[in-house]
């Protein structure tokens, strides 16, 4: 799995893209929440929760239809009134794509363990074709060499990529508005000079 440092920083560059309103402190803490909230089957292991079970790692809580509940959750508790003109619907889509981001990351990783993506329907489990990301030590391996390794390898893979997605919305406002200046100018070019 990518660290959750990764996984908060994909959400947050998500979040960024979705609004540039102000918005509480609260809409922020629950999109980190969602994007690291799956992680927690990892408890399993200590209640003798194998991998292969639907409750393991990478079981249902990494599945469309945990997303979907936790978003429902996430709205009816922590979004009752809208926010800045934002819905409860769109929040609904919002914190589902947030927490779903988390098993598509993970479904990128070059570990041996994939996805149960479709729980509770099925527990098959599944990797995407591409896979860049290095799976990530837990605990204190992740402070090692092996562990720096990582890191940059998750610079190159989720955190660029995030920036670049955080700054879309900006990136597009400023290539249409040099393609529309572009425009007009080369239509002051074509117009005959007895017409100024
Ligand atoms: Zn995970």
Redesign the pocket.
Known sequence: ?PSSFSHAVAAVAFGRAYTKRALPPRFWICTVACALI??LDILGSRFGIGLDSMLGH?GIT?SFFFALLLSGLVVLFAFRQPVSGISQRALFVYFFAVTAS??IL?ALVDGDWGVAFFAPLTSTRYFLPWRPIHSSPVGMGFFSATGATVIMNEVVWVWLPSLVVSLAPWLGKQWLTRRQGSRFSHESDLIPESDI
């Open positions: 799995m799956p992680d990478r990494h988390h098993p993970d």
